[in-house]
């Protein structure tokens, strides 16, 4: 069973800062691209940041310049600094990844909860 398990959430206000934290476990072979993605009320779900295996980096054009992901293999987890934020980075982010794990030995996509950002204005 693998899980992913977000932390870091909450309220702040405009052109504040939040860091989210994501950490996997349970029976993992490898982890390969880890990615943060939102959810706003009435909104589909976006990629906002994806992070390979190899440290290789892209964003979302609206958060570029303002949010930075960065990852610890030997914790197996990857994070989302977000600085600067604004009223309409407001969403639920969840915390996805690329994770072979020693039941089959393929890859296989898996989800964190989710962790609600809100920012006030």
């Known amino acids: 069973q693998v899980q992913l398990v977000e932390s870091g959430g909450g309220l702040v206000q405009a052109g504040g800062s939040l860091r989210l934290s994501c950490t996997a476990s349970g029976s993992i072979f490898s982890i390969g691209a880890m990615a943060w993605y939102r959810q706003a009320p009435g909104k589909q779900r976006e990629m906002v940041a994806r992070?390979?295996?190899?440290?290789?980096?892209n964003y979302t054009d609206s958060v570029k310049g303002r949010f930075s992901i960065s990852r610890d293999n030997t914790k197996k987890a990857v994070s989302l600094e977000m600085n600067s934020l604004k009223p309409e980075d407001t969403a639920v982010y969840y915390c996805?990844?690329?994770?072979?794990?020693?039941?089959?030995?393929?890859?296989?996509?898996?989800w964190g909860q989710g962790t609600q950002v809100i920012v006030s204005s």
């Open positions: 992070i390979t295996s190899g440290g290789s980096t």
């Open positions: 996805a990844a690329d994770i072979v794990n020693y039941d089959d030995y393929r890859g296989h996509d898996y």
